[in-house]
């Protein structure tokens, strides 16, 4: 008996609560009679949106139907069985189930609420609502147990009306009394609006969601990436560390020979040294032997007669002294060259590789808001160390105006002798800030700190922005905006803007100039590398006293 009502239940079309004709299958997996689920579309229709009665899966635009064969015969096949069966123990309601108000005994599980009469029905009690023309007027909706918040606490009325104005669900009554004068419209046409809001909502969710999941899949692209280069690596690196071992190792014989045939070589030389020296010495001591017999001689005409005949001394070949350095010849090689040199370029070696392997980068560069500017909004002051003489700031130190009257500013290093300012705050990561303006020109600028300050105050020359590669500009005049960077112009747009918009990316290089109006509209896009932190900037080549350029609070 269960499996029979079990099939009861899920062959029956939840419109009209009757086995499935002509069975529809929609794409979100429910089913219903062919002509209930049109007629039901058929109330939508001036909506243009299509909605699942069951689970509310909106459909844009109108779907087509097509009979659901399989379903049908399955339903045949029920009928054949006997729908009318007893209800199964699943079929009564439970604590956390809506129960059918008009059982009496054991309550079934509710089919249907009815938002009219406010009250919750099995399927045979809701009979009625598909057979009594007025009840067949009624608003059926999914099983609640919460049906008494549509009931105004104030008048006991339906709440059918909604109150824009206060945002809340109203009765008639309401719009009469308390509401008057507000801006009132029935729940159904809120809802409409509302339902196309959700719509869109739906769909940018979905899309953002679409858009993270390829973000998603490149970062795990990226996962992948980093860890086969970096198994990559370790592997090479100990291939190349084995074979430098490897290389020492082999070395290691030849630079013992070396050392031993240097050593032969000089033991040979003092060997040679040694012998001459002997030589001499027994030379030296024949002659002292001579001479001493001489000097025993008692005759003296013998004495005389023998000294003459003495030979001179033969002069030495070495001095009367040998100096030897301290005896530490290979034990300064090994230290000097091994242990000094070996260990310089090793040492220099490592700081190359761990240089290397902290440089390793992975660029998660976000892409360009295309609304969401103000979520990187970035407040920028003036710094009066830098702004020319000739210009004077308010609001903050966000505001300049051009004087052409001395400002008896002190004297600074920073102070641009030409007709600009740049911000004090260093701008990296991702930034947002916009720049209004008056006047005949204005450069709205980004700029290296290192900037040249001097220079002609009337002729920008290398120190204006722009007109360098340390400084990047819009030009904005009455007619036309132009970006200039090293001097180079390019043409933008034909018409002005009083008020930019610019986004900076310092990591990604990426610098975008907007004109702000009711929308945004890109002007210009750069594409470089910024190797310093840059500073925001503003300038005036051809300007009047009075022009200004403001930096916006945003907010």
């Given at each position: 008996?269960?499996?029979?009502?079990?099939?009861?239940?899920?062959?029956?079309?939840?419109?009209?609560?009757?086995?499935?004709?002509?069975?529809?299958?929609?794409?979100?997996?429910?089913?219903?009679?062919?002509?209930?689920i049109?007629?039901?579309?058929?109330?939508?229709?001036?909506?243009?949106?299509?909605?699942?009665?069951?689970?509310?899966?909106?459909?844009?635009?109108?779907?087509?139907?097509?009979?659901?064969?399989?379903?049908?015969?399955?339903?045949?096949?029920?009928?054949?069985?006997?729908?009318?069966?007893?209800?199964?123990?699943?079929?009564?309601?439970?604590?956390?189930?809506?129960?059918?108000?008009?059982?009496?005994?054991?309550?079934?599980?509710?089919?249907?609420s009815?938002?009219?009469?406010?009250?919750?029905?099995?399927?045979?009690?809701?009979?009625?609502?598909?057979?009594?023309?007025?009840?067949?007027k009624?608003?059926?909706?999914?099983?609640s147990?919460?049906?008494?918040?549509?009931?105004?606490?104030?008048?006991?009325?339906?709440?059918?009306?909604?109150?824009?104005t206060?945002?809340?669900?109203?009765?008639?009554?309401?719009?009469?009394?308390?509401?008057?004068d507000?801006?009132?419209?029935?729940?159904?046409?809120?809802?409409?609006?509302?339902q196309?809001?959700?719509?869109?909502?739906?769909?940018?969710?979905?899309?953002?969601?679409?858009?993270?999941d390829?973000?998603?899949?490149?970062?795990?692209?990226?996962?992948?990436?980093?860890?086969?280069?970096?198994?990559?690596?370790?592997?090479?690196?100990?291939?190349?560390?084995?074979?430098?071992?490897?290389?020492?190792?082999?070395?290691?014989?030849?630079?013992?020979?070396?050392?031993?045939?240097?050593?032969?070589?000089?033991?040979?030389?003092?060997?040679?040294?040694?012998?001459?020296?002997?030589?001499?010495?027994?030379?030296?001591?024949?002659?002292?032997?001579?001479?001493?017999?001489?000097?025993?001689?008692?005759?003296?005409?013998?004495?005389?007669?023998?000294?003459r005949?003495?030979?001179?001394?033969?002069?030495?070949?070495?001095?009367?002294?040998?100096?030897?350095?301290?005896?530490?010849?290979?034990?300064?090689?090994?230290?000097?060259?091994?242990?000094?040199?070996?260990?310089?370029?090793?040492?220099?070696?490592?700081?190359?590789?761990?240089?290397?392997?902290?440089?390793?980068?992975?660029?998660?560069?976000?892409?360009?808001?295309?609304?969401?500017?103000?979520?990187?909004?970035?407040?920028?002051?003036?710094?009066?160390?830098?702004?020319?003489?000739?210009?004077?700031?308010?609001?903050?130190?966000?505001?300049?105006?051009?004087?052409?009257?001395?400002?008896?500013?002190?004297?600074?290093t920073?102070?641009?002798?030409?007709?600009?300012?740049?911000?004090?705050?260093?701008?990296?990561?991702?930034?947002y800030?916009?720049?209004?303006?008056?006047?005949?020109?204005?450069?709205?600028?980004?700029?290296?700190?290192?900037?040249?300050?001097?220079?002609?105050?009337?002729?920008?020359?290398?120190?204006?922005?722009?007109?360098?590669?340390?400084?990047?500009?819009?030009?904005?005049?009455?007619?036309?905006?132009?970006?200039?960077?090293?001097?180079?112009?390019?043409?933008?747009?034909?018409?002005?803007?009083?008020?930019?918009?610019?986004?900076?990316?310092?990591?990604?290089?990426?610098?975008?100039?907007?004109?702000?109006?009711?929308?945004?509209?890109?002007?210009?896009?750069?594409?470089?590398?910024?190797?310093?932190?840059?500073?925001?900037?503003?300038?005036?080549?051809?300007?009047?006293?009075?022009?200004t350029?403001?930096?916006?609070k945003?907010?």
């Open positions: 008996m269960a499996g029979v009502q079990l099939q009861r239940e899920t062959f029956s079309c939840s419109i009209c609560l009757d086995p499935l004709k002509d069975p529809g299958t929609l794409t979100c997996g429910h089913s219903f009679c062919m002509n209930c049109k007629n039901h579309w058929d109330t939508e229709e001036e909506k243009r949106i299509y909605s699942c009665p069951q689970c509310r899966k909106i459909f844009m635009p109108r779907p087509e139907l097509v009979k659901n064969v399989m379903l049908a015969d399955l339903v045949e096949e029920l009928k054949k069985t006997g729908l009318h069966t007893a209800p199964a123990d699943h079929c009564y309601a439970g604590a956390e189930d809506v129960a059918c108000e008009v059982c009496t005994g054991r309550k079934l599980k509710a089919l249907k009815c938002l009219v009469c406010l009250a919750s029905y099995c399927e045979e009690h809701l009979q009625p609502h598909h057979q009594s023309p007025p009840l067949k009624h608003k059926l909706a999914e099983p147990k919460n049906l008494q918040e549509n009931i105004c606490p104030s008048h006991d009325k339906m709440m059918d009306m909604f109150c824009r206060d945002q809340q669900c109203i009765c008639y009554l309401c719009s009469v009394y308390e509401h008057k507000h801006d009132t419209v029935s729940a159904v046409a809120e809802r409409t609006q509302k196309r809001e959700l719509v869109l909502s739906v769909e940018e969710v979905q899309q953002r969601l679409q858009d993270r390829k973000d998603m899949k490149v970062l795990q692209q990226e996962v992948e990436a980093l860890t086969l280069s970096a198994d990559k690596a370790v592997e090479d690196t100990d291939k190349i560390f084995t074979e430098m071992m490897h290389l020492l190792q082999r070395r290691s014989p030849d630079v013992k020979q070396q050392i031993r045939y240097k050593q032969e070589t000089e033991v040979s030389r003092v060997r040679g040294v040694q012998k001459k020296l002997q030589q001499e010495i027994a030379a030296l001591r024949k002659r002292e032997a001579e001479l001493k017999q001489l000097s025993l001689t008692h005759d003296h005409t013998q004495f005389l007669l023998n000294y005949s003495l030979s001179a001394l033969s002069p030495s070949t070495h001095s009367s002294t040998i100096n030897v350095r301290p005896l530490r010849h290979f034990e300064d090689m090994t230290a000097a060259v091994v242990r000094g040199q070996l260990r310089d370029v090793l040492t220099q070696m490592w700081t190359n590789i761990s240089l290397a392997v902290t440089e390793v980068d992975v660029s998660l560069t976000e892409p360009e808001p295309k609304t969401e500017f103000f979520r990187y909004s970035q407040e920028i002051t003036l710094d009066p160390n830098t702004v020319n003489k000739w210009m004077l700031l308010s609001e903050g130190n966000r505001k300049v105006t051009v004087t052409y009257e001395d400002q008896s500013y002190s004297h600074h920073d102070r641009f002798t030409v007709c600009q300012v740049m911000s004090q705050e260093s701008l990296t990561g991702r930034c800030w916009e720049v209004e303006w008056t006047g005949r020109e204005v450069y709205v600028a980004v700029t290296y700190k290192d900037i040249s300050r001097s220079g002609s105050v009337l002729g920008f020359n290398e120190r204006g922005f722009g007109h360098n590669d340390k400084s990047w500009a819009l030009v904005c005049d009455q007619n036309c905006c132009m970006f200039v960077h090293n001097s180079i112009q390019t043409n933008v747009s034909d018409g002005s803007s009083s008020r930019v918009g610019v986004y900076l990316d310092h990591r990604a290089g990426l610098l975008s100039f907007y004109r702000v109006s009711d929308t945004m509209t890109l002007l210009h896009r750069v594409q470089t590398t910024f190797t310093q932190p840059v500073y925001a900037g503003v300038s005036f080549y051809y300007s009047s006293p009075g022009d350029a403001e930096f916006c945003l907010e």
